[in-house]
């Protein structure tokens, strides 16, 4: 060691004795007359490791290093190809090449041109790896090394708990309650005033009923997905359409989807309304809520031959004859009925709007 | 300090460098601490590995699609390259997101990566819960590790269901349409959270801004957090390793992390990388342009969730009409138990296994030896029946499409799926036991009678026996004195060495076989050492027959 020379240091400043590595035990002069393997070993030992064994590589110049050799650069060579086909059609497509552009009228080279890249890529990544995986089992040294688990100390623990409780004894916490309380009211307070923006996010549901309502009123037409009015005569008796609110974005409202169904005279002669609401359809006609009361999903297929229709997202089922009682599946209440009569020109129109909540069960539903 | 040069120290402007860093930043202890870390070496370690890599190719990936994704649900009319959807009132997301597919150089192959590497995401995940819970890795110390991993799980499935909502198709936008009715199913808090969560109403206008801020934000954020700590604890605690010669509770036998095995890591995130490039090139998902803009009054039959979310779409297809009708008028709708409830439970017992386990056995001990699964019936089988249910409730998930395709009835499929999930996991569990034991009971027969060799001696008195080939030193009744300990026990002549490792070279041998039998006999491997050894030492090969007919001579078994 020479001489500290660095200004405001004293002749007596030295380094504590666990200052570094083991430099005591190991002098400069000892660790140079050690090979490189010797010396990788020695850090090992000092990390708790021991190498138990080593399988050696195959021997330098053999036929299987050889070998080994071209597969490995095999595989990176190819990765190497893969990578040049992906830039080249990546940056040449639209130059040199077609357009990669693909619209759905086309299916020439553009079809080809995400599976092509995609294959390229795929395939680089994966001979890379693959170069990579032979490289460690082909041609490096297969080495059992056995490294030393510790388990806490009861040294470590005992100390730690001694720094710890001494610096809660300085602050004094315990004995100074007055100090204690004033910061946990702080504390809380503070909490409050961190989490308060979140408050912006409460808003008040039952606010307007909007859960209950829908766009839906007395006199508003029915109209299909295209606006146009719909007139009794318009469908086969058996067919179902699916209407909407003549209102300014009543085709996107969530809401207000509603299925206008013409029953056939077999399944009228059978038809049982829910109670008090037998008045609720037009002639053969009757218009249910389209929005499952299970989870809100459009319900959609109607098969007209069981007057059922079926829930696609939980296979709810629903008996059009029987008021849309759900008759099997998750579902537990009818749909919804919409009253309907005609207006002056002959029109479909709502009588008001439904008389219950549409769509999914909530709490409390039953109130509003 | 002296400067020669050996030829064994690194070229002297690299190692002087190395001193110039080392001296500023005091690495070189750490470094050598990391670098001799020794990692177990068994193929099922790897896959908390394709997890950790899954999430970087999404990180990757899902970076690029942000630049050219817009989270809006304001109306827009189509106007891009895609001929059917031209003139197509839709939200800015659903515009964007065609924009990536179509309109974007390579658009549509980083967001089939993207999805791709989530499926693999997840499915690594799980498969990777599933290797710790029946090898009992979760054991002390690692419950924290193992409650963490769980965490992970869930936030993997919150990023799915929040990233597939993000195109705005029709498809997303019924999932969404289901989660809005599950928020709202919540008794007493439920259409607060709703109003909360949605800003009103479904669907409002807010609800993809949001979605996609906690989709590219703050469940990465967390994730990243989370898997930091994961390999932190798993780092500080070393890893576990499988009973085997050796391998002792207070160490662990394998290789150094540089550079086998940071070597065969690097090559397997090059794997998973390329796996999921390839697949999002050659295998299209969810072609959301099929699908069209998500309408409330539209649905496609055989609408489904991604795969990790199917078995709560089965649990919500299975459960009874049961609303809960309660004084007041209040309601506890059907739809809160199987997805709200079922998925609670279900993670919070996978959460709380590891104590509840503890709290079962009494063990109280540190484990760092894992278990085989047969050596602990009660858990494979616990875990058994817990696939079980799930799978019941993932096939339902699908039951309208294997109704359809296999045309049974769809009621008849739900039934199966309602009476399937109650009756089918307990068989699970009892068929699991028996198997479990039956598979110790084999171990220990080969232990003390040996390997079944397959040949058939006559005996001088007429009697036919099979020939044995015990693993270690027999008592004087032929039984082998080996006791279980934990480890796989060979069950075939071929894993204790009874063929010659095989020439290698694949036109032409490149090895000269005298070597390759020098080798064996060097690792007393197999006939050639046996029979070598025969030479030197019996000299009487008619005694028992020779090695090569069939083993060691042996007494009958009793």
């Avoid at chain 1, 190809?81 to 830039?87: G, S, T």
């Avoid at chain 2, 190719?57 to 649900?73: C, K, N, Q, R, W």
């Avoid at chain 2, 909502?165 to 439920?190: E, M």
């Amino acid at each position: 060691m020479s001489k500290d020379e660095r200004a405001g240091s004293r002749p007596d400043d030295e380094a504590g004795p666990l200052h570094g590595g083991p430099d005591e035990d190991y002098t400069p002069e000892q660790l140079a007359t050690m090979d490189r393997e010797e010396l990788n070993r020695l850090g090992a030992r000092y990390d708790g490791v021991e190498v138990l064994h080593v399988d050696p590589p195959p021997a330098p110049g053999s036929a299987l290093e050889k070998q080994a050799e071209r597969q490995v650069s095999l595989a990176f060579g190819i990765a190497g190809l893969f990578a040049l086909a992906f830039a080249v059609v990546y940056f040449g497509s639209g130059w040199f090449l077609p357009t990669w552009q693909w619209g759905s009228d086309d299916n020439g080279w553009s079809a080809f041109y995400t599976p092509f890249i995609g294959v390229c890529m795929g395939g680089a990544l994966l001979f890379l790896g693959v170069g990579m995986v032979l490289f460690v089992k082909k041609l490096l040294p297969h080495e059992t090394a056995v490294q030393d688990k510790h388990d806490g100390s009861h040294f470590d623990r005992t100390t730690t708990a001694a720094t710890l409780m001494g610096g809660v004894d300085r602050v004094g916490f315990p004995r100074r309650k007055m100090i204690g309380r004033s910061l946990g009211f702080a504390g809380g307070a503070l909490g409050l005033v961190l989490i308060a923006p979140i408050g912006g996010l409460i808003k008040n549901p039952n606010k307007g009923n909007p859960l209950g309502t829908t766009e839906w009123a007395e006199g508003i037409r029915l109209v299909r997905l295209d606006g146009s009015p719909i007139r009794p005569g318009d469908q086969e008796p058996g067919s179902l359409e699916t209407v909407f609110p003549a209102v300014p974005g009543g085709n996107l409202a969530a809401d207000a989807a509603t299925m206008l169904i013409r029953l056939r005279p077999e399944q009228m002669s059978r038809l049982q309304p829910r109670q008090g609401q037998s008045d609720f359809g037009y002639g053969d006609y009757v218009a249910y809520s389209k929005i499952c009361t299970h989870a809100g999903c459009p319900v959609s297929l109607y098969e007209q031959e069981t007057s059922r229709i079926l829930c696609p997202c939980h296979q709810s089922q629903f008996d059009v004859i029987q008021g849309a009682k759900p008759v099997f599946g998750p579902a537990t209440r009818p749909l919804p009925e919409l009253p309907i009569t005609l207006d002056d020109e002959g029109y479909f129109v709502a009588r008001s709007d439904y008389i219950e909540a549409v769509g999914p069960t909530y709490w409390n539903r039953e109130r509003i | 300090m002296a400067t020669t040069i050996t030829p064994n120290q690194p070229a002297p402007r690299i190692s002087k460098a190395a001193s110039e860093v080392d001296e500023r930043l005091i690495v070189a202890g750490p470094l050598r601490r990391t670098l001799n870390k020794v990692f177990p070496d068994h193929w099922s370690f790897l896959l908390g590995e394709i997890a950790l890599y899954s999430f970087v190719i999404l990180l990757l990936s899902g970076t690029f699609l942000t630049f050219y994704y817009d989270p809006s649900l304001s109306e827009t009319e189509y106007q891009g390259i895609y001929a059917p959807l031209r003139g197509i009132e839709m939200s800015r997301a659903y515009e964007s997101s065609l924009g990536i597919s179509f309109d974007v150089r390579g658009g549509l192959l980083i967001r089939q990566i993207h999805h791709w590497a989530a499926l693999l995401f997840v499915a690594s995940i799980v498969v990777h819960l599933l290797r710790i819970f029946f090898t009992g890795a979760f054991r002390k110390p690692r419950e924290t590790n193992w409650g963490i991993g769980v965490v992970l799980l869930v936030l993997a499935l919150l990023m799915g269901v929040t990233g597939y909502t993000l195109p705005d198709d029709l498809l997303s936008g019924t999932g969404l349409r289901i989660i809005s009715a599950i928020i709202l199913s919540i008794p007493v808090i439920g259409t607060w959270a709703h109003w909360a969560i949605f800003d009103g109403d479904f669907v409002g206008d807010v609800i993809i801004g949001r979605f996609y801020i906690l989709h590219v934000l703050i469940l990465p954020a967390v994730i990243l957090a989370l898997i930091a700590l994961h390999l932190l604890l798993l780092i500080k605690q070393k890893h576990t390793q499988f009973p085997g010669p050796g391998r002792t509770e207070h160490n662990v036998v394998g290789n150094r992390l540089f550079p086998a095995f940071a070597g065969k890591a690097t090559a397997l995130f090059f794997i998973v990388f390329g796996l999921c490039a390839a697949l999002g090139g050659l295998v299209q998902i969810n072609p959301f342009w099929l699908w069209g803009p998500y309408n409330p009054a539209q649905v496609s039959a055989g609408s489904q969730p991604d795969w990790y979310i199917g078995f709560l779409d089965g649990s919500t297809r299975l459960f009874p009409a049961w609303d809960i009708n309660l004084p007041g008028d209040y309601t506890i709708p059907a739809l809160f138990w199987p997805t709200v409830v079922i998925a609670g439970l279900m993670f919070t017992l996978l959460a709380l296994y590891p104590q509840i386990e503890r709290k079962l056995t009494g063990d109280t001990a540190s484990h760092h030896l894992l278990q085989r699964p047969r050596d602990v019936p009660v858990r494979t089988s616990i875990g058994a029946m817990a696939l079980m249910f799930y799978g019941v409730l993932w096939l339902s998930g699908g039951n309208d499409l294997i109704a359809d395709k296999f045309d049974i009835s769809l009621n008849a499929m739900t039934w199966f799926g309602r009476i399937g999930c109650v009756v089918l996991p307990p068989i699970a569990y009892m068929v699991t036991y028996r198997i479990c034991l039956g598979l110790q009971r084999h171990d220990r027969e080969v232990l003390e009678h040996g390997i079944e060799t397959g040949v058939i001696r006559r005996l001088p008195s007429g009697e036919f026996i099979e020939v044995h080939q015990p693993l270690g030193p027999v008592d004087e009744h032929g039984h082998g004195q080996l006791t279980y300990a934990g480890a796989p026990v060979p069950k075939r002549m071929n894993q204790v060495g009874g063929a010659r490792r095989a020439i290698k070279g694949f036109f032409k041998p490149i090895e000269q076989p005298s070597d390759v039998e020098l080798e064996a006999q060097r690792e007393r491997r197999g006939l050639a050492a046996a029979e070598a050894d025969r030479e030197v030492t019996s000299g009487r090969p008619s005694e028992g027959g020779r090695p090569s007919e069939g083993g060691r001579p042996q007494d009958p078994r009793d």
